[in-house]
């Protein structure tokens, strides 16, 4: 298996943070922020349950930007042979 070395840019990690402290912000919101600030680090990796969320909301259009840009950045990290 290939080593990860694809990390969350630090204005993804900022927009995650602001998510994960905003009481309106939607259950799918904060959990792809949880998993975007999760992989900071790089040795981290999407698991295929935010993966298939991510992917959710890049299929759809009734999601806001900040919820897409989060899905793009845990997209942008999974694990091609999935």
């Known amino acids: 298996?290939?080593?990860?070395?694809?990390a969350t840019s630090g204005h993804?990690?900022?927009?995650a943070a602001k998510v994960m402290q905003d009481?309106?912000?939607?259950?799918i919101q904060k959990s792809l922020?949880?998993?975007?600030l999760s992989q900071r680090d790089a040795s981290r990796e999407t698991s295929a349950e935010a993966e298939k969320k991510a992917a959710m909301v890049m299929r759809g259009k009734r999601?806001?930007?900040v919820t897409r840009?989060?899905?793009a950045s845990v997209m942008a990290q999974?694990?091609?042979e999935r």
């Open 1 to 6: 298996m290939a080593k990860n070395t694809k």
């Open 69 to 71: 840009t989060l899905a």
């Open 12 to 15: 993804v990690a900022a927009l």
């Open 23 to 27: 009481p309106r912000a939607s259950k």
């Open 33 to 36: 922020a949880a998993s975007a």
């Open 63 to 65: 999601y806001a930007d």
């Open 78 to 80: 999974a694990r091609k």
